[in-house]
């Protein structure tokens, strides 16, 4: 797979540290920092920029922004996905990606620890696929990145093992708490500390949890080689790039919307990507429990115009031989509105992955409703789930819930896409008020 943009690498072999206070010397004014694109130019002017992916510019800047741009040139995709393999007990083995915004488990599932026996999931990349489509109409994903820019708060033995091994050595953290004995920590870590280490919060002062706040910075990173990954995928590097079978999409959605359906068709998929809404989180300019409008979970990265940027993905169910992905939502966060989570998570998300690889391959029940094809009744394997799941009410759809978010979608297109809204949105956003008002 070859494209005019180059690869990002780091390589880092020390962690040094320091004998004196760190004193704060960037030109930083966080009234008037600045971070600039000039596509034309494949130019990015930074100024102070301390939010985590602008910090690294090959990142976010270049690998997102500028090369969204030179894709939409070049007739191929750069998205802010990670790409996984996944191979079931017969050892058949696909690729998917997946679309989430930050804080939506993107780098807990590109390192999921199945709880099904026999299943392998394996690391392409947990942040940026550059995807194209081959002479054989198979669309092949490389990561660009040598690397894992991962955020620390939330990170620990039992959400992401994987994640934890990788970070062991030659990683570099920022803004994350520091212990007496060497070491770092952070707000769910859940790592009991030896008797008598103490904790410097990320503000460089001693810290107790009875401060009233977080040790560590909730945007707060850790940078490592992704080689170091435990499951990192065999062909991760190949310039071929692997073939990706399923697209996942998906946000923090606390009611409403289902743990995963199916789309209809690539262009509805292409709404449900459009259509994509999350709880904001450290890592957005927004503060508190408000449910964004998070695109493709592309609405920061986006290179060029959105209506275009749609019309791009739309014209691909147009490439002569193109063998489409089938395309799906998924919503691990929903809520009871007594008990908690409804969906268990983590490892026990194989259980969709697993219903999503069966479709793809014609075998596993579906039934249609007014968002996508749901699972069938027994389709989603629960086997050795330890927790009761009330499916019924993790696959609920409320009319007035639906209503309410047609209207939110249609008064965003609105606002912010306006006349270059592609006509097959409009009318996938029509097809999908009538699907409501039928239920």
């Given at each position: 797979m070859t494209t005019t943009a180059a690869l990002l690498t780091f390589e880092t072999n020390i962690i040094i540290s320091l004998s004196e206070p760190l004193v704060n010397s960037w030109p930083c004014n966080p009234e008037q920092t600045l971070i600039a694109h000039i596509p034309d130019r494949r130019q990015i002017v930074s100024f102070g920029s301390g939010y985590g992916g602008n910090s690294l510019l090959g990142k976010k800047c270049f690998a997102l922004r500028i090369a969204s741009r030179i894709a939409k040139e070049e007739g191929w995709l750069a998205e802010?996905?990670?790409i996984l393999g996944i191979t079931n007990p017969a050892g058949e083995k696909k690729y998917m990606a997946a679309a989430f915004p930050s804080a939506c488990g993107k780098t807990n599932l590109a390192m999921l620890c199945p709880t099904?026996?026999?299943w392998k999931v394996e690391c392409v990349g947990d942040d940026i696929a550059w995807m194209k489509f081959d002479k054989q109409g198979n669309l092949r994903a490389i990561n660009p990145e040598n690397?894992?820019?991962g955020v620390a708060p939330g990170t620990s033995a039992k959400t992401n093992p994987n994640a934890m091994a990788t970070i062991i050595k030659n990683t570099i953290f920022t803004n994350v708490a520091e212990?007496?004995?060497?070491?770092?920590?952070?707000?769910?870590?859940?790592?009991?500390?030896?008797?008598g280490v103490t904790i410097t919060s990320w503000k460089n002062k001693p810290w107790s949890s009875e401060d009233g706040?977080?040790?560590a910075h909730p945007n707060s990173r850790f940078c490592t080689p992704a080689d170091q990954c435990p499951i990192i995928d065999p062909l991760w590097e190949s310039p071929e790039g692997v073939p990706i079978e399923a697209i996942i999409f998906g946000g923090r959605r606390p009611e409403g919307v289902p743990l995963v359906y199916e789309a209809f068709s690539w262009q509805h998929g292409v709404f449900v990507g459009a259509s994509m809404r999350s709880e904001a989180t450290a890592a957005a300019e927004h503060k508190g429990k408000v449910i964004m409008h998070d695109p493709f979970a592309?609405?920061?990265?986006?290179?060029y115009n959105f209506g275009q940027y749609l019309s791009h993905w739309l014209s691909m169910a147009d490439r002569p031989g193109a063998k489409l992905p089938k395309i799906f939502h998924v919503n691990w966060f929903r809520k009871s509105p007594t008990a908690g989570f409804l969906w268990p998570g983590f490892g026990d998300n194989i259980r969709v992955l697993d219903w999503m690889f069966r479709r793809v391959n014609g075998e596993a029940g579906a039934m249609p409703s007014a968002v996508g094809y749901l699972p069938c009744q027994k389709s989603l394997n629960l086997q050795g789930l330890r927790e009761t799941v009330d499916l019924d009410e993790l696959f609920s759809l409320d009319q007035e819930f639906w209503q309410r978010e047609v209207e939110e979608l249609r008064k965003y297109f609105i606002q912010q896409v306006n006349d270059d809204l592609p006509n097959e949105v409009t009318r996938q956003l029509e097809l999908l008020q009538q699907r409501v008002n039928q239920m």
């Open positions: 802010h996905m990670l099904l026996p026999g690397g894992f820019f212990t007496s004995d060497g070491g770092v920590h952070w707000e769910g870590m859940d790592e009991s500390l030896p008797e706040e977080p040790c592309m609405r920061p990265f986006f290179g």
